[in-house]
């Protein structure tokens, strides 16, 4: 029995070297990818419910690694996050995003992903005001999307860089919203100006009455609070019908688009179109 528990002991050492040898690859070829230009943004667009048209859309992370091909978000900001380069990366994509958007017509607007670490850096109050200047782009065309996780640190300072991001006239929305703790303690604490469901509470609509129930109550909490309810994930028709039976203000999701490479992007970028 000895023997075998030892056995095993070396076969997961062996396992974990392995681990740890593959992410030290990954982190240093994520080190290298900025500078070799392998980062891309994908867009996704989200729709204003009553009028059907686009209003803006939502850059995706997306990595073009020259071996492995393209990697998702989920797969390498974690480690870029643990390392600290999420902070240059995280700025090169609100300069990318916001230079992409200037061509887009106005009211069309870009929506950014911002880690709780790069609200948490000294830079990012200056980052988004440098990549709005660059870029010329209406402070009132960026959204920067936080998840509670940000929230979480609850320190006057980055209360402070939220109120210096919405005086640069940019709008703050929360992302993933009822997936983590306290939620509503958050929103009284800080005037977002959007709210978004998780897919989570979309993907059993509207076949779940608990389901239904919560997004009726957050849609009439966003309505109270004068935040825009925006539901992610919409996949189906019969979710879409049952979002706007209960009062949800936009929608984003397989059912309009995909996330898409910029040169996609031209039958959405119509402002008056009706999806
Ligand atoms: P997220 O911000 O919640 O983005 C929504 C995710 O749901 C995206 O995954 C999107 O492709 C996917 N999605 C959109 N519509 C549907 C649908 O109808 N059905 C389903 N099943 N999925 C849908 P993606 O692109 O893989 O991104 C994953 C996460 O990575 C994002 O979640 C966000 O947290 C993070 N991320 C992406 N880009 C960035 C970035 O530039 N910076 C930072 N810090 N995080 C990013
Ligand atoms: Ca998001
Ligand atoms: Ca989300
Ligand atoms: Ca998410």
């Given amino acids: 029995a000895k023997a075998e528990e030892r056995g095993g002991y070396h076969f ?18 994520l080190r290298q990818a900025l500078a070799q230009g392998e980062f891309v943004l994908h867009y996704q667009p989200f729709v204003n419910v009553r009028s059907g048209t686009v209003t803006g859309f939502e850059a995706l992370l997306r990595w073009r690694h020259p071996e492995r091909g393209m990697i998702s978000p989920a797969e390498f900001i974690p480690l870029a996050e643990e390392i600290g380069l999420i902070v ?25 992903n911002l880690s709780p670490v790069q609200v948490r850096s000294r830079h990012l109050v200056t980052a988004v005001f440098s990549a709005l200047a660059a ?50 303690s958050y929103l009284r604490r800080f005037p977002f100006d959007k709210i978004k469901i998780d897919q989570s509470f979309i993907r059993d609509l509207p076949a779940r009455d608990d389901s239904v129930a919560i997004v009726r109550a957050v849609a009439g909490l966003g309505h109270s609070l004068g935040m825009t309810t925006t539901a992610e994930g919409v996949e189906t028709v019969e979710q879409l019908a049952s979002l706007e039976r209960e009062g949800c203000k936009e929608v984003q999701g397989y059912l309009f688009a995909r996330p898409l490479p910029l040169s996609e992007l031209q039958p959405f970028l119509d402002p008056g179109q009706r999806l």
């Avoid at 997961?12 to 070829?29: G, H, K, S, W, Y």
């Avoid at 240059?88 to 990318?96: D, H, K, S, T, Y």
């Fill in 135 to 184: 870029s010329h782009l209406p402070a009132s065309r960026l959204e920067l999307e936080i998840t509670e996780a940000v929230m979480l640190d609850d320190t006057e300072s980055t209360l402070a860089t939220l109120h210096q991001l919405r005086a640069l006239g940019a709008r703050i929305s929360m992302d993933d919203f009822g997936t983590g703790y306290s939620s509503l």
């Fill in 12 to 29: 997961f050492e062996a396992r974990m070297d392995a681990a740890m040898q593959a992410r030290r690859v990954l982190e240093v070829d």
């Fill in 88 to 112: 240059p990366i995280g700025e090169w994509v609100l300069r990318q995003a916001c230079a992409d958007a200037a061509a887009w017509p106005a009211p069309i607007g870009v929506a950014v």
